[in-house]
C-alpha cells in the first residue's frame, strides 16, 4: 500500500529577472504557465495533498493555481525568507490534518516547466526505497553556477549540499548540483525545520540545510542524479524562458513524430502542450497548433497557419489560415488565407476558401464560400454554394442579427445578405443581388434596377493610346548611358 505522499510547489518568489508584471511562474511555454507544467507533471504522482505556496503576486498566482487544480492548498508566505521558511509555512498550513507527519514529503519549485511526472515517481521510489530521511534530485552539469552544490565525502555519501554563495572555492569545482527538487520522511521535515538557521551568506532559511541535520542524526541522505538535467532547469529571465520553450516544443514534435505525424520543418513548427494529434497528421512548415487542438487522421495543416483550440476531423486541409475555436469537419477544406474566428462550424467536405472570413456560422456538409466573403451570425445549409464577394451583413450599427440561408441553394457574385433574413432551401439569387426579405424556397432573388446602356456617353477614348516618346538623346547620356 503506497505511503502518503505531500507535494510542496514553491511559488512565493518575486522573479525580478523577468522584469514583468506577469508574476514568474504564470509566464507560459507551450500554451501552458510554468507552474501549470509543473502542477501536470506533480499531478500524474496522484499524491495524497498538494500544497503550493503564495507569495509575490499572490492574487495572481493564487486563483490560477487554483483553477488549473482545485484540489491544491494555498499557503501564504508574506515575506520570502527561504526555502526552508516557505516549506515550514507549508507544513504548519497542514498542522493537524491526518498523514501528514508520515510518509513522504517531495519539495519542487514552480518555475521548472520541462519536469516530467515519471522522473518524480521514479525520484520517490529511489528515496523511499533507500529509506533516506532526505534525497536530492542532484545533476551533473557543465556549468554549476548558481546552484546548491553536492558534497559528498570520500565513502561517496552526501554530506552537505552548500549553496554557491556559501562555498568554497574548491566546494565551487563541484560539478553536481542539487535540481532544488527533494524528498523527506516527513517526520523528519517536520522536526527539522523549526531548527533551521539564517546564518549564511543570504541571510535564508535553507531548506538544503536539512540535509545536514540528517548526517548529524546519523540518518541516511541519498542523491539521486537525473540524466535530463533540462527537465529541473528553472527560468528566472526571458532567454531561459524562450530556450526552454523551444526545447519544450522540440520534446513535444519528437513525440508527435514517434506516434506517427509527419512534422516536414521542426524548426518552425509549434504545438502547445495540451495539443492532441491523430497518426498519419502532416504539419508543413509554419504551422502553430495552440491551446487544445485537436487533428484527426490523414489531415494535412499548413504551410503558415495557426489553429488555436480548434477542432478538425480527418482527411481535412488547412492552407495558409487562421483559425481560433473552430470545428472543421472531415474532408473540409480551408483557404488558403481564410480567416475563421469563434463559433465556426465547417460540415462534411465543405469549403471555406480564400479571403473568407467566418464568425458564429454554421456552415452544412458540403457547403462552400470559396472567394472572398464575411459570412459572420449565420448557417448556411448543406450543399449549398455561396457566390464570391458576398457579405453577410450581420450588423445594423446596435444589434447583431442572423442569416439562415437553407440546404442545396446558389446565391449570386458579390450578394449583401442584410440580416436577420432567410433564404429558403433550393433558392437562387442573382449576381450583385441586395437581399433585404426572405427568399420562398425554390425562388430566385434579383434585386437593383435593370442594366441601361447609355449610348456614346462613355469617357474612354475609343483610339489606342499612342506609344509614349522616344527620351532625349541628352537624357540618355545624362542617365549615365544605355540601360
Ligand atoms: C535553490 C536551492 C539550490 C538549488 C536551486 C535549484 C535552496 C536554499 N537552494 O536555490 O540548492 O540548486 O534552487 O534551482 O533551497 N521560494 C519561495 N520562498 C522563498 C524562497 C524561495 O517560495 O522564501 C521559491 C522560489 O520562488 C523558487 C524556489 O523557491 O521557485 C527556489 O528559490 P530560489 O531563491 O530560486 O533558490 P535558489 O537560490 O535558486
Ligand atoms: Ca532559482
Known sequence: MPSDLTVIVLAAGGGTRMKSGTAKVLHEIGGRSMVGHVLTAVRALEPTRIVAVVGHQRDQVGPHIQSLAPEVTLAVQEEQHGTGHAVRIAMDSLAGSPGTTTGTVIVAAGDTPLLRGDTLRDFASEHEAAQ????VLSGVVGEPHGYGRIVRNDEGDVEAIVEEKDATPVQREIAEISSGILA???????ESLPRLGNDNAKGEYYLTDVVGLARDAGLAVGAFPIDDVMQTEGVNDRLQLAN????LNRRTLEGWMREGVTVMDPATT??????????DVTLLPGVQL????VVGTHTVIGPDSTLKDCEIGRHARVVRSHAELAVI?????????AYLRPGTTLGQGGKIGTFVETKNARIGDGAKVPHLSYVGDADIGAGTNIGAGTIFANYDGTNKHHTTVGKGAKTGANNTFVAPVTIGDGAMTGGGAVVRRDVPPGALAVSGGPQRNLEGRSHVRREPPTAPDAPHVEDAAAGGGES
Open 184 to 190: 523527506f520522511d516527513a517526520a523528519f521535515l517536520v
Open 290 to 293: 495552440l491551446g487544445a487542438t
Open 244 to 247: 526552454l520553450g523551444r526545447e
Open 329 to 337: 469537419e472531415d474532408q473540409a477544406s480551408v483557404g488558403p488565407f
Open 132 to 135: 533516506c530521511a532526505v534525497s
Open 270 to 279: 509549434w504545438v502547445d502542450s495540451g495539443v492532441r494529434l491523430a497518426p
